[in-house]
């Protein structure tokens, strides 16, 4: 999969001025033959979801999505089935990473595709995906939840002042230890020092190079107190908390705290590494609670927030994920239909308690039966609630790739970090441009 190929078409400025010149020409021919009205572009044409028509679905919803371990868009779509009598839900996986999945989507809104209905999207798409009309307005939708919705989770739907999907489950990094081995970490420093006190102490984190390692970066980056833009969108990622953190990481891969092999992780592979037994701390997400409770480890692991950066203060990358209604669906009733289930308070409860997965709606985590199955729910909230979000922009993946690719370099020992950082800074001034 090519993830290194260029912005999109109309991700750079030549190919925006063609695009205005084309609407400002459809406008034209617009305003001659009805009089009056102008064809506005982008987002601001897509049409939108009409909240009530749920009620009236019929046929099936295809569900397109990253290859899941938790089971949460099987499962789903297997109880809306279920529920619902007169619609039927089926999850299709495109893509073994967010990265993957996101190339698999965009090929088929290129396309026009009609295979798929609803899209599971990653938090960071909602930019890129909405500015280029891929996908249908649910402002409505989410106006009628958001009282109930953890406020950050419905921020990461929005693109010019209108929501663009439901949120689905929220996400917030947390770490796995083994309590008869290591200590609760308290901050990074003395996270990596304990893990490599012993062979069995060891942390494994996502270092492949995707998407995952810019959060895992992007994480200690937060907590050291750097950033990537300020709120003006001026690039800050040239500096000495950068320089700090790239050390940090790429020392505890030299003095064993990291497991080398951590440089061709994602999360799955992350997570049955630790199952082994073999090593002390692990960086994952909450779905893995549960499956590391049905492992032998069941016992003697423990979960804990992300820890502070030493003198500076603990913090997160907001992740999660959304349910986006596909502009080219030929079931868009069938897919409003999904939605509501999907964020009923009852179904929230269950991506909880069934999934271990983040609800986004905040009522969730005081429940009873959550709280049973999932005992960290208060601390996984206070984590979600802290939680920082990625840069927000419509080229977010060629940020993104910046960050990953140059981190990845650092710690695989093919460049230093001096020239890494100022290559980090220049290629997201390039991106940023790009729009
Ligand atoms: C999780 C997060 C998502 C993030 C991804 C990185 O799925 O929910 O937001 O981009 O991990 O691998």
């Given at each position: 999969m090519d993830l290194n190929r260029p912005a999109l078409p109309l991700h750079n400025k030549a190919a925006n001025k063609t695009a205005l010149a084309a609407t400002a020409l459809a406008a034209a021919l617009?305003?001659?033959?009805?009089?009056g009205g102008v064809a506005p572009q982008g987002a601001e044409q897509a049409a939108a979801a009409d909240p009530s028509s749920g009620a009236n679905a019929s046929g099936n919803v295809n569900i397109c999505g990253v290859k899941d371990a938790s089971g949460i868009y099987k499962g789903t779509a297997e109880a809306f089935t279920k529920a619902n009598g007169k619609v039927t839900a089926k999850y299709t996986e495109i893509g073994a990473t967010t990265d993957e999945a996101r190339t698999q989507i965009v090929q088929r809104l290129e396309g026009k595709s009609t295979e798929c209905d609803l899209?599971?999207?990653?938090?960071?798409?909602?930019?890129e995906f909405a500015s280029q009309g891929w996908l249908l307005d649910q402002t409505k939708l989410v106006e009628?939840?958001?009282?109930?919705l953890i406020p950050s989770t419905v921020e990461t739907t929005k693109y010019q002042d209108k929501y663009w999907g439901s949120p689905f489950f929220t996400n917030a990094g947390l770490i796995y230890y083994q309590k008869d081995k290591v200590a609760k970490p308290e901050t990074w420093q003395q996270l990596y020092t304990e893990a490599?006190?012993?062979?069995?102490?060891?942390f494994v984190y996502q270092g492949k190079q995707y998407e995952g390692l810019t959060v895992n970066f992007l994480e200690m980056l937060y907590s050291a107190g750097g950033e990537v833009l300020d709120d003006q969108g001026n690039v800050k990622?040239?500096?000495?908390?950068t320089r700090e953190v790239l050390n940090f990481m790429t020392e505890g891969l030299k003095n064993g705290s990291a497991d080398r092999a951590v440089l061709t992780y994602n999360e799955d592979p992350a997570r049955l590494a630790y199952e082994s037994g073999n090593f002390g701390y692990q960086r994952n997400w909450p779905h893995v609670y549960r499956l590391l409770n049905a492992t032998p480890l069941a016992s003697s692991f423990a979960v804990a927030p992300l820890p502070a950066w030493e003198g500076g203060k603990a913090s997160g990358v907001l992740?999660?994920?959304?349910l986006a209604i596909s502009a080219h669906s030929t079931n868009q009733a069938g897919a409003v239909a999904f939605i509501d289930f999907a964020t009923t308070p009852d179904w929230q409860k269950h991506v909880a308690m069934d999934f271990s997965q983040a609800p986004v709606n905040e009522a969730a985590y005081s429940d009873p039966g959550v709280l049973q199955k999932m005992p960290f729910a208060t601390e996984l909230l206070a984590s979600v609630k802290a939680a920082k979000p990625r840069p927000i922009s419509p080229v977010y993946p060629q940020?993104?790739?910046?960050?990953?690719?140059?981190v990845y370099a650092v710690l695989s020992g093919t460049a230093s970090t001096e020239d890494a950082v100022k290559k980090m800074a220049e290629e997201i001034t390039t991106a940023k441009a790009s729009f």
């Open positions: 617009l305003l001659s033959a009805c009089g899209f599971v999207t990653d938090v960071i798409w909602t930019s009628a939840n958001k009282d109930r490599a006190k012993a062979p069995g102490n060891g990622i040239d500096s000495d908390e992740g999660g994920w959304n940020i993104s790739q910046a960050i990953y690719k140059n």
